[in-house]
């Protein structure tokens, strides 16, 4: 079968983490796995590209304009990319086609992952933004406000994006913890494997932790857009509201 790369798309918190162990589980594909770095991703695993540290971190690294890579930056990184594939390859199972690599970087750079790799694809997943900046707050001192926007700021990026990915579908959390196998399903037909079944303990919805006080910051009209683009809603009483009411993804 002939090789190709699945790029997991989502910031810190969002639950990238469990989709990447999950999809590790296919026999046919490989992620990385006992590394000794963060979290097993890719970004700790190279160095011809910058890593979220290298621009304010979780919850900052997308404020910074230097953090975001499209084509059109192919051209500063080509002589080095073989050696950003070979830091991958050497730690992926040769004999699994599909290789799956998750950062959180990865959901402002699928343009250039895409230019860099001509098998790609991308699987964005996202989460309500304020469990995403409540969380997130153990790794970060900004406030929580911040943090919400910050995750505004990484999903605008998205949304520009999207239209020049040629191959990606989008999953929401909230989706994979209420039907799990249902919502994987088109995950893994983008990786053209057939699908497993997974025990739905293996991806739990954390939400409500997140959701018991209130908000005490404001949002702008194009805010309750970008929120409502998802299917999520932000209400000053808590908790927020995830709409089921209509379907969602690509």
Known sequence: MSRRHVFICGLHRSGTSPLHDILKSHPLVTGFSNTGKPKDEG????????????????????????????????????????????S????????????????PTNLIRSRFLQAAFEDARFVFIVRHPLAVARATRKWSHAGEEKLFRHWIAAHRIMVEDA????????????DLAADLNRTLARVWELAEVAPIDVDASHFVDHNSAYFAAPVRFPLDAGE?????????ELSYEP???????????W
């Open 239 to 249: 908790p927020p509201r995830t709409r089921f009411d209509q379907p969602f993804g």
């Open 88 to 103: 991958w390859e050497a730690l992926w199972a040769p004999d699994r086609p599909v290789r799956v690599e998750k950062s």
């Open 43 to 86: 970004q700790h695993l190279q160095t011809v590209l910058g890593r979220d540290g290298d621009f304010g971190g979780p919850g900052a690294f997308c404020h910074d304009p230097a953090a975001r890579l499209t084509e059109r930056d192919i051209p500063a990184y080509e002589e080095r990319l073989p050696e950003l594939k070979a």
């Open 163 to 174: 239209p020049f990915i040629k191959r990606s579908c989008c999953v929401r959390y909230e």
């Open 224 to 232: 309750r857009a970008l929120l409502a683009r998802f299917g999520y």
